[in-house]
């Protein structure tokens, strides 16, 4: 057997999606069975070489010293170097990203099974723009340079953009306008904000580099040139402006239900599963670590606003009647959870925090995807128009519940890992906390403990609602009465009965997720293990400069009991 | 030399593996292979289970005599499976770690790591529930091939037992607080989906979601408690381990803190922990004011209330607390708190029992009052009352679980009709249920000899020595263990009435049964258990009570061996106490027999008489109410508020910024007027974008 070096697996995942969506355009017949054969195949064999590659990737930052932290690294001038400019193609894969770029490709082939039967409409142009999409993840999470960083994470937009506007339910064309302009609104000032630094680099060294291991390592509190606090809190705030929308925090979400509630099946999978992501990464990959001082100027703030997520997100889910709106809003308290574990800046708590990232994407793109399935045979999204399908949809309802429970933390399953690990590292952080900033953080901790309790709360009660009880089912289900994509399927066959379980191929969807939540829940040591060296890295900077800040005040507050010690201040540090 | 603790490490991971390989075999093989036949797998996985468990008591018990000798702390055996994390360098060494490690000779590092093993252990008090557990739940397993023949998920339901004796084994076997608390949800889930088995039920549906929130209540405090025994002691193992960097890591309930008891934290942390982890018992095991879960889990198979909700499951809570005995040594308020919410309980709880008409949901409540006892018991703080604790543990197992399999094979012979209004005088038609739930009914009321007397006077006994002991480090001008010694032997009064007063409405009596009805005796799948049990109902107490095996065994767990050595010999004779009990029960009896044999005239007159007390009773004295009306309902309300905030406020704010550029352009358009190719251009731009629109979409 031919054995290929990672960095040409990793280049031929990124190129396999673009010379798939080629493929489908190219033998495009306006049937959907050739598109989504080429899909699955695509989609099947980008999963094969990214997970290969993933697999590869060592535990605890063994052998990774020489290309300064990255595996599977391809550097390459890209643009030349036009005036100093020096914009290079260079991808790779560190412990921050690895599992979100293998993640990526999972959900991409659980998407394409899911679409299946659902897409009748332009099969070719949504299957290409998926593969479209699916390249730009994967890119976003490779990259290694700021400009081809942005680049990705904009591409990104325009597929998704696209499958809503396209694909999308009664509303599509609000949603997909309101998520384009307020994703790119954010992206633009983000894009500000990367620039900058650039520049900033650029003053201190003469070197105009947009590679980012370079700036951080520049900027960092050991390259030197650390920046002054209030350009950090300008950058800061700058960043902010594009991940704190993908991500997204309180107040910046309401674009997500919309987006949500009206994207096709694959759309919502993909956008809970992988793009919400990239906030989260966007967070740990450039504010920590190019703007430690900042974060950690911020750090109660950021806290009270991943707290705030986290609570309101659980209650206005719980008043919801529409199933996937409930479940966007469960997003945003999940994603709570995340920021709070990577604000809480603790080894425990952004460890458990980026696993979170991952077992979100895996349990809410499950979620997602059973929404979808309803939507196929029901076309409703309406709780109240359901009941009891456990009696006619047994395999879905235990699919359902299954990732319900993952979803909510039981322990032995993937959730339970990821807050678990978040939720002690935050209790540290609080209870580590001395003077009078420690309260607060007692009181954050406290209250994202009891939103374990809320998540159960609507989840539960959606099962409960559409699964239990006496069987209820729309009027006229599979008469076609539903909207623009009925099932025809039941119409030709009238003899068959109209709602049937999960076929095979939507088990094959589901079974891949259920896998890996079960794995990262038995053995999270596996995944945490090849995340944290790049995590410490990332935000060693920010809790070093929080621990200043805690010391300093301690000093304040012994100097203004004492105004004149007579022996020398003593601080207490804890780290 | 071979290892003499090899057998017992082979043994104890047979005990949960055999139930989960069976959980495993018939939810694979059940639905399409063995249909009818699904509980095969699982009867004979927990059958073995059952007698593993019981070579394992044997293998523990003849080591832990032997051992007694050089170290009664020793240790008996651990398995370590596999690695769930180690994430080196996370906390700051605290002081108690530190100072437990100077004790053991070794320095302690600056930084302690996150590691969690998946690791099990074994000792007295492990063992003892093992057992126990095993061997309920094979009976209750049998029981089931008659109740629940013919069920449309006949494998479904076995499935779901195996999983759950999987998870309960591994609760009381694992050596972590993590893992501790990974079980207690396993269990939990496991009781969701055995009450919600019938989901088309919207009651039973209802009924397993209000038992999974009630718990994640509970859960929420266990978990604040597990991370402040975390930053507080360093490690959330039981044992010690060996770090990675060298030198020995004190476990929580380790050999070097258990033999030394100032390395406990004392005072408020200590009592902050104790009250966090009584939370997470109180919603396991039901106590006040998390009870409310467990009438309504009723709504589940008779076997699941069995087995689940009277023998196994609630009384995790009580074993975590005896587990946890050294740290509520160092807080006598968090034990006074555990005597208060056990008493407590026992009394509200048997006030509520005595009017209820529903036969399954008086056993509920009569379980949760008897889970008060074992708290009470707990909350002496005393060897005497631990020890007697975990005695009414088994013996209630044995009797609870052959009461409700009773009201199981009444229900199986009346159709599924449990309310007592409905039926009386089944001592004909169904013979060995009625003798055997007889048996059940004094095991439970506590006459002499059967089961219940011997574990309860026990507990009263010990509550009564620790009201006129002095206890060090503890001082209250309230006679709190006085007040609730007699709360107890009201409750004993009580639980004497009302568990008559169901029996003689069900069995005695003119025979009245549903029309539909045909009443007949259960198979023998469902009267063998019955015998058994009933023969352990009878026996067990004072088999046990006869030596001091049980508690010098006991004695010999890790966690109560610092306080057995404490103290000296078991207490002096308890006679007045056993005499007033029996006293106390004999006069409910009596008074059961009085109105409830016969005209049953009298006790209409007396209720209404007792109007205000008899609503508060029969309305379960309006815990449900009080929660929708003070929690629920405001929270529901909140969220309903917040979302109309969220679609109009927020997202209008949104909406109103979107706007903005489009105002602007409002506000400066009178500049532009006059210059009309400015216009066409404009509208030109306006038509292209509005044709790009309508054909992209």
Known sequence: MMEFSPQHLLLWSLALPLIGAGLICLLNDGRPQRARTIALVTTLLTLLVAGRVAFMFPANGINLESTGGAFALTDASWLGKISGLDVRFSVGLDGLSVWFYALSALLSFCCVLLSWESIHERPATFYSLLLMLLCGMMGVFAARDILLFYVFFEFTLIPLYFLIGIWGHEDRNYAATKFFLFTLTGSVLTFLGLLTVVLVNFSHTGDLTFSIPKLTAALGPVGGHPMPLHLQLWIFAALTAGFAIKVPLFPLHTWLPLAHTQAPAAGSVLLAGVLLKLGTYGFARFNLPLAPEATAWLLPALLWISVAGIIYGALVALAQTDMKRLIAYSSVSHLGFCMLGLFALTPLAVQGGMLQAVNHGLSTGGLFAIMGMIHDRYHTREISALGGLARRTPWMALFMVFFTFSSIGLPGLNGFAGEFLLLAGMFQRAWMTTGPGGLGLKVIAVLAVSGVVLGAWYMLWLVQRVFFGPLREPHGTGHGHGSHDELGHDLKQPDRPLVRDLSLREIGALVPLAVFIFWIGLCPQFFLSRMAPALQEATQPAAAAWQARQTNEAADRQTALNPRPSVPVVAETSP | ?697
């Open chain 2, 1 to 697: 030399m071979s290892d003499p603790l090899a057998n017992i490490r082979t043994l104890l991971v047979l005990v949960p593996a055999l139930p989960l390989l069976a959980a495993v075999v018939t939810a694979v093989l059940g639905p399409r292979v063995l249909k009818s036949r699904a509980h095969w797998p699982v009867v004979l996985g927990l059958g073995l289970s059952a007698i593993v468990a019981l070579m394992l008591l044997a293998e523990v018990n003849r080591h832990s005599r032997n051992m007694a000798h050089d170290s009664k702390l020793a240790a008996t055996g651990h398995v370590t499976l596999w690695r769930w994390t180690g994430i080196p360098d996370v906390l700051a060494t605290p002081p108690a770690a530190a100072a437990a490690m100077e004790k053991a000779h070794t320095t302690p590092p600056r930084m302690l790591p996150f590691d969690v093993d998946v690791t099990l252990r074994v000792d007295p008090l492990t063992a003892l529930m093992l057992s126990m557990v095993t061997f309920v739940s094979f009976l209750v397993a049998i029981y089931a091939v008659g109740y629940m023949h013919g069920d449309r998920s006949y494998w479904r339901f076995f499935a779901y037992v195996g999983l759950f004796v999987f998870s309960m084994t591994m609760l009381v076997l694992v050596s972590n607080f993590l893992l501790l608390y990974v079980f207690w949800e396993a269990v939990g889930m496991c009781s969701y989906l055995l009450i919600g088995f019938w989901y088309q039920k919207p009651e039973a549906a209802a009924a397993g979601k209000k038992a999974f929130l009630v718990n994640r209540v509970g859960d929420f405090g266990f978990a604040l408690g597990i991370f402040l025994i975390w930053i507080t002691y360093g490690t959330l193992n039981f044992h010690d381990t060996t770090l990675s960097s060298g030198g020995v890591l004190p476990g929580v309930l380790g050999q070097i803190r258990l033999g030394d008891a100032s390395l406990y934290v004392p005072g408020g942390l200590a009592t902050a922990i104790c009250l966090l982890l009584l939370v997470g018992a109180c919603g396991k095991s039901a106590q006040f004011p998390l009870h409310v879960w467990l009438p309504d889990a009723m709504e589940g198979p008779t076997p699941v209330s069995a087995l689940i909700h009277a023998a196994t499951m609630v009384t995790a809570g009580v074993y975590m607390i005896v587990r946890c005995t050294p740290l509520f040594g160092a807080s006598p308020q968090a034990q006074q708190v555990v005597a208060i919410i056990g008493g407590l309980t026992a009394l509200l709880a048997a006030i509520i029992a005595v009017t209820q008409t529903d036969l399954k949901r008086i056993l509920a409540y009569s379980t949760i009052s008897q889970l008060g006892y074992m708290f009470l018991g707990l909350g002496t703080g005393s060897m005497l009352g631990i020890s007697a604790g975990m005695f009414h543990l088994l013996t209630h197992a044995f009797f609870k679980a052959l009461l409700f399999l009773g009201a199981g094979s009444v229900m199986h012979a009346l159709g599924g009709v449990i309310d007592l209004r409905q039926f009386s005088g089944l001592r004909r038609k169904m013979p060995v249920t009625c003798w055997t739930f007889l048996i059940g009914c004094l095991a439970l009321a506590g006459v002499l000899p059967f089961a219940g007397f011997w574990s309860k006077d026990r507990i009263l006994a010990a509550v009564h020595e620790r009201a006129h002991a002095v206890v060090a480090g503890y001082h209250s001008s309230f006679p709190v263990y006085e007040w609730l010694y007699w709360v107890a032997i009201g409750t004993a009064f009580l639980t004497a009435f009302y568990t008559f007063r169901a029996f003689f409405l069900a069995f005695c009596g003119p025979e009245r049964v549903p029309a539909a009805a045909h009443p007949h005796e259960s198979p023998n799948t469902m009267t063998l258990p019955l015998a058994i049990l009933a023969a352990f109902a009878a026996g067990i107490g004072l088999t046990l009570e006869a030596g001091s095996w049980f508690d010098s065994f006991l004695a010999e767990s890790p966690s109560l061996a610092a306080l057995a050595a404490h103290e000296t010999g078991p207490a002096g004779s308890h006679l007045h106490v056993a005499v007033l009990s029996t006293v106390v029960v004999l006069i409910g009896i009596g008074l059961a027999a009085f109105f409830y044999l016969g005209e049953r005239t009298q006790i209409d007159r007396l209720a209404m008489w007792l109007r205000p007390v008899y609503e508060a009773s029969h309305r379960k004295l309006w815990f449900d109410e009080v929660y929708d009306l003070l929690i629920v309902g405001p929270l529901r309300i909140l969220a309903y508020l917040l979302s109309l905030v969220d679609r109009f406020l927020i997202d209008g704010l949104v909406n109103l910024i979107g706007r903005l550029p489009v105002w602007l352009g409002a506000v400066l358009r009178p500049t532009q007027n006059g210059l009309l190719q400015s216009y066409a251009l404009a509208m030109a731009i306006g038509v292209l974008v509005l044709l790009g629109t309508l054909v992209l979409f």
